[in-house]
């Protein structure tokens, strides 16, 4: 899951990844050996990551578990488990075999999608196919490293693929990184005379955050769509208005120094800028409007800290549609609490 301060917004989220949640039962102590664990209810929902059709009849094994389930007409298993990290392995004729690592700590629900093969050739021996994507959304990650023990490594191409080719054995160590996501490792079997095709879901980020219900709500963050994708966890990183305050030392600029490897203010004169560790400037907006490139602007460290209710913040290939979509560079979304409602200091 991605690493999500705690800020209002609405609604519970399903989550592919990882399940947030706080455990209802007394915490077992090692002064009760003899009591038995708390289990907890979960429901997986499998869909076609294309169509969004239920995918009934797929096979789901859980790490750690002998038993198998069957998904119902409906796409949907249910399974009790106690509270731990599982991986679970999804299969289904004419889709990539899909491994999604979770995190339980109560009852709740996993949202998985799996991807067609479509015309995908299967006939080549001792080669492995990997796929990349986000679980939950099921958007393709291009750029991931994906290696195989002995040095072999590869970088995930526009679609998500890797190949890896003259493989041999019958089990290959898998381990799948990308920034921003937590890192998959697994052993897997190899299939004999033919293709191994897997797909890998990464979870955003390695901190999990319980559910947060909705107190409050603005009209204006919803029409600008900032509930929509905090619900499916697709900023890099939020920051509340008190995180703003406490990170601006001194200015604004400097609440995002550092908030990823090589994030920086770039001051030229009067401007202040934001660069990443390629020295490129990151687009900052305020309210869905770009901040001024000149003197003429409004400049981000002509901001208080005090005055913004939130911060969002992306990465390059994450950038929300509605603003362009395509920056090399990165995205600051800047929300004011004037705009979403809020009525003087909290």
């Known amino acids: 899951m991605r690493c999500r301060p705690s800020i209002p917004h609405r609604g519970t989220t399903l989550f592919a990844l990882a399940l947030a949640f706080l455990p209802s039962a007394p915490v077992l102590t090692a002064q009760d050996p003899d009591l038995p664990r708390a289990t907890f209810r979960v429901t997986a929902h499998l869909r076609d990551a294309d169509t969004d059709a239920p995918l009934m009849g797929a096979l789901i094994e859980l ?12 796409g949907r298993v249910s399974f009790e488990v106690p509270a731990d990290r599982y991986t679970l392995t999804a ?29 995908l050739d299967t006939s080549i021996p ?25 040095g072999q490594a590869r970088m995930t191409d526009a679609r998500g693929w890797v190949e890896f080719a003259g ?16 890192t998959h490792s697994q052993p897997i ?20 955050l319980r559910p947060i219900e909705v107190k409050a709500q603005s009209p204006f963050l919803e029409r600008q769509g900032v509930y929509w994708r905090i619900d499916r966890g697709w900023p890099d990183r939020l920051l509340t208005r ?32 934001l660069v990443n560790h390629l020295g490129c400037r990151i687009p900052v907006y ?10 003429r602007g409004l400049n981000i460290d002509d901001i208080g800290p005090e005055e913004l ?24 979304l800047l929300w004011s609490g004037r705009r979403a409602g809020r009525e003087g200091p909290r």
């Open 63 to 74: 790490s750690g578990h002998s038993r198998r389930y069957i998904t119902a007409m409906n």
């Open 91 to 119: 299969q289904k004729g004419g889709y990539a075999t899909l491994r999604v690592d979770f995190r339980v700590q109560r009852a709740g629900e996993l949202a998985i999608l799996m991807h067609q093969l479509g015309d």
């Open 126 to 150: 001792e080669r492995l196919l990997v796929k990349v994507t986000e679980s939950g959304s099921g958007r393709v990650i291009e750029g991931a490293a994906v290696s195989l023990p002995g």
């Open 167 to 182: 493989l041999t054995g019958t089990v290959a160590e898998v381990t799948v990184q990308s920034l921003g996501y937590e």
């Open 189 to 208: 079997s190899l299939q004999e005379g033919r293709t191994t095709v897997i797909e890998v879901a990464m979870a955003i980020d390695a901190v999990v």
């Open 242 to 273: 008190a995180e703003l305050v406490e990170r601006a030392d001194p200015r604004l600029a400097d609440a995002f120094r550092n908030l990823f490897p090589g994030i920086r203010p770039d001051y030229q004169g009067h401007l202040t800028f």
């Open 286 to 295: 305020m309210d869905g409007q770009p901040l001024g490139s000149d003197v």
């Open 309 to 332: 209710e939130l911060a969002e913040f992306y990465e390059p290939g994450r950038i929300p549609a509605r603003f362009g979509g395509v920056s090399k560079c990165g995205l600051v």
